[in-house]
């Protein structure tokens, strides 16, 4: 299935149907402000299940991460975070940016394994942000990525469906994505770490 979605003005009854998809255990493709991402609820563990074979990693030494519809949801995956790291984020997010903090127990068993970090992302896209909210906890995000060597991740909604729906119930069309990824930042020390520079200058 693929549905269109407005920014400005996401429409209630199309996100109705994104809802019904992920409560029901699907996987949907959608728009960030970086690359179109791929995933699930983040409490359903078959669909997450489902999304790591596509990755072909295990689900406990991949890097995918959450997305967040903002910061409220911090302390529920996330220990508890310096001051000066909280202020990091907030000046930064919602925005192209992952930051990495140490897990707490909420953080479904399946993720951790040895690893005890989380990657908390809250792209300043209003289209997944607004689904996000309404579904009540996060959505797991992992980037598409494109077989072309040139292009390195699709960026056309419809070509994505095309590609992928055998594999992903739903996909929706928010306009064309970007093809860089999202900047990632260490915060599990004193001193944030830039792990990996994609999209954005962090404002230090």
């Not at 996987?27 to 995933?39: A, L, M």
């Not at 220990?79 to 909280?86: G, Q, R, Y």
């Not at 289209?127 to 077989?147: F, K």
């Amino acid at each position: 299935m693929l549905i269109k979605l407005y920014e400005e003005n996401p429409n209630q009854r199309e996100i109705e149907k994104v809802l019904e998809v992920l409560r029901s255990g699907g996987i949907i493709i959608y728009p960030t402000d970086t690359v179109y991402g791929i995933g699930c609820d983040i409490t359903n563990a078959r669909a997450v299940e489902k999304v790591a074979q596509y990755k072909n990693v295990k689900i406990e030494k991949s890097n995918m991460s959450f997305i967040c519809s903002d910061l409220s949801h911090l302390s529920d995956y996330a220990k508890p975070i310096s001051n000066s790291i909280f202020k990091l984020l907030k000046r930064n997010l919602p925005g192209p940016f992952t930051f990495i903090l140490e897990a707490n127990s909420n953080v479904p068993k399946y993720f951790k394994g040895k690893k005890k970090t989380v990657g908390i992302r809250v792209p300043d896209n209003n289209i997944i942000r607004e689904i996000v909210r309404q579904l009540g906890n996060p959505i797991l995000s992992t980037s598409i990525h494109d077989e072309d060597e040139v292009l390195e991740y699709t960026t056309d909604p419809e070509l994505i469906h095309e590609k992928f729906e055998n594999f992903a119930d739903l996909v929706i069309d928010g306009g064309f994505g970007d093809n860089i990824p999202s900047t990632v930042i260490d915060c599990t020390s004193d001193i944030p770490e830039i792990t990996r520079q994609g999209k954005g200058e962090l404002e230090e």
